[in-house]
């Protein structure tokens, strides 16, 4: 077992909220880079911070492109890192793209990213996760709610929540294809979910988040408190969110697909340690533990 | 069989696109009702006309209340008006609920509703269907994307598209908890179907609709050319709908659940023939033949 664990989820038999009272949203200040004080403050209130043009207009046009080589590279065919909906088998993800791409190697180093997560952070960092996800018209499956953070800790071993996340609109996110809902707020409070998390239980929750999930009065407590906020916008648009976000998407019966860009930056302080509950932790591309300071 | 058939679906084996030339959307002028020149525009350019309050608080109070009664009423236990989630087992549709409650019989027959009916569809009208909807919350179902007229003509013999529903807010609908999606002027095209009515297709459609979908190439053309529109607005607030109109609603993964009382008007002229395109008509609570007209 790890150092104190403040955060235990999948050990009691009920569900609890925790109050979130150790870790800040926000661990830098104006003076360490790009986002002004405002900002800061908006995102230690809400827990996110929307970006209305993180690429211009080239930039994006480029990621698209490689986004759509990707989607097709024959050497990507068996990969694990690839996963499927259940039902109609198209892509729903692409793990480590900031390994099997070096356009996106390069473009997450951007002062814009990489400098926005130092800045929040207030360290140095390294990717823990990085993928292209994919909902398809004509069906796309939700996600249900849930904290990153809670599955970060449970199975990967993230000692506290000191990670950022970053999604970059790669298609435009309307009301009604699946946009992000994010609880503004949520993330000052950790829900301790119950149920014991099964062997490679990944396996399953990357199509279906079973374990992890979790319970529906504590989600109806949370959304009364705090509402919801969904995320729309053009692509190349984006939003930053605190690990600790209690965050889902709908389904998405229009015709309209939405993918984005989704990296996950982790203070180098805050490496993995093991899981706080699970047998071992998962692999490698869902949970980095080759933390290169990103430079 | 019937007369000419305008409309002919579920007969070829390839879908196709007839555009609608004979029947207007708005039937009535400003002088005959409630509705104003701008709205009977609206309605005919769009296909729908919002109301911001239908209700009054004390109306909408007294309409929730009633429906809360329906929910519990014991004698409607084993009734087939009351349809049931695959997955859960809770209530999503009480049909003829004009008929079942005295209260919601006399609200429909406000100037308000059937006076707006009358004058959309220019004739004294009837009720086709009248049903209340609920989209729990935790994961209320899709509806996927259709026109109702196509299922009334085809299972239920309506000849014309000479009918207007009224979809009234029960609960707040907000961008994500699967409220009503419109593509607007979609009213103006026919889709026809592809696909054999099977023998009480209704027991499988009112879970989930299968035969009398579009299909996904005229679905994509429609929403590139019209676009999608989304209604939002607080409980009391309504929508009235052109019988063609290509709608339908995402699932609900939020904790709020949406509830809508929903009626169907027919023109009294349009009165049911035989299905178009099935063997015998559909139950009476769905397509009703009992055509009184409301004073």
């Given at each position: 077992m790890s150092p104190t664990d403040l955060y235990p989820t999948r050990r009691f038999d009920e569900p609890r909220l925790i109050y979130r009272t150790e870790d800040p949203a926000v661990w830098g200040s104006a003076a360490d880079g790009p986002l002004a004080q405002q900002h800061l403050d908006g995102h230690t209130q809400h827990g996110f911070t929307p970006v209305?043009?993180?690429?211009t207009p080239a930039e994006l046009a480029a990621a698209q492109n490689e986004i759509e080589q990707l989607l097709h590279d024959p050497s990507l065919a068996g990969d694990e890192r690839v996963v499927r909906e259940?039902?109609?088998?198209?892509?729903r993800s692409v793990f480590d793209v900031h390994k099997i791409s070096p356009f996106f190697a390069a473009m997450i180093r951007d002062d814009r990213i990489a400098g926005v997560a130092r800045q929040i952070l207030g360290s140095d960092v390294y990717v823990h996760q990085s993928r292209i996800n994919y909902k398809p018209g004509f069906g796309g499956a939700p996600f249900e709610w849930h904290s990153d953070f809670e599955t970060w800790h449970a199975e990967d071993g993230m000692p506290r929540m000191r990670a950022v996340s970053l999604s970059l609109a790669m298609t435009e996110n309307y009301h009604f294809n699946g946009s992000l809902m994010i609880m503004p707020g949520s993330h000052q409070t950790f829900v301790s979910c119950i149920g014991e998390t099964p062997a490679d239980n990944h396996k399953a929750s990357l199509v279906k988040q079973e374990i992890g999930t979790p319970d529906q009065a504590s989600l109806r407590l949370l959304a009364d408190k705090y509402g919801i906020h969904q995320f729309t916008g053009p692509a190349g648009s984006a939003v930053w969110f605190d690990s600790n976000c209690m965050h889902g998407s709908n389904g998405n019966i229009t015709p309209f697909p939405r993918s984005n860009l989704f990296i996950v930056f982790n203070a180098i302080d805050n490496s993995l340690v093991e899981?706080?509950?699970?047998d071992r932790p998962r692999p490698e591309y869902l949970g980095s533990r080759d933390w290169q300071v990103l430079n």
């Amino acid at each position: 077992m790890s150092p104190t664990d403040l955060y235990p989820t999948r050990r009691f038999d009920e569900p609890r909220l925790i109050y979130r009272t150790e870790d800040p949203a926000v661990w830098g200040s104006a003076a360490d880079g790009p986002l002004a004080q405002q900002h800061l403050d908006g995102h230690t209130q809400h827990g996110f911070t929307p970006v209305e043009q993180l690429l211009t207009p080239a930039e994006l046009a480029a990621a698209q492109n490689e986004i759509e080589q990707l989607l097709h590279d024959p050497s990507l065919a068996g990969d694990e890192r690839v996963v499927r909906e259940r039902t109609t088998d198209e892509v729903r993800s692409v793990f480590d793209v900031h390994k099997i791409s070096p356009f996106f190697a390069a473009m997450i180093r951007d002062d814009r990213i990489a400098g926005v997560a130092r800045q929040i952070l207030g360290s140095d960092v390294y990717v823990h996760q990085s993928r292209i996800n994919y909902k398809p018209g004509f069906g796309g499956a939700p996600f249900e709610w849930h904290s990153d953070f809670e599955t970060w800790h449970a199975e990967d071993g993230m000692p506290r929540m000191r990670a950022v996340s970053l999604s970059l609109a790669m298609t435009e996110n309307y009301h009604f294809n699946g946009s992000l809902m994010i609880m503004p707020g949520s993330h000052q409070t950790f829900v301790s979910c119950i149920g014991e998390t099964p062997a490679d239980n990944h396996k399953a929750s990357l199509v279906k988040q079973e374990i992890g999930t979790p319970d529906q009065a504590s989600l109806r407590l949370l959304a009364d408190k705090y509402g919801i906020h969904q995320f729309t916008g053009p692509a190349g648009s984006a939003v930053w969110f605190d690990s600790n976000c209690m965050h889902g998407s709908n389904g998405n019966i229009t015709p309209f697909p939405r993918s984005n860009l989704f990296i996950v930056f982790n203070a180098i302080d805050n490496s993995l340690v093991e899981p706080f509950a699970a047998d071992r932790p998962r692999p490698e591309y869902l949970g980095s533990r080759d933390w290169q300071v990103l430079n």
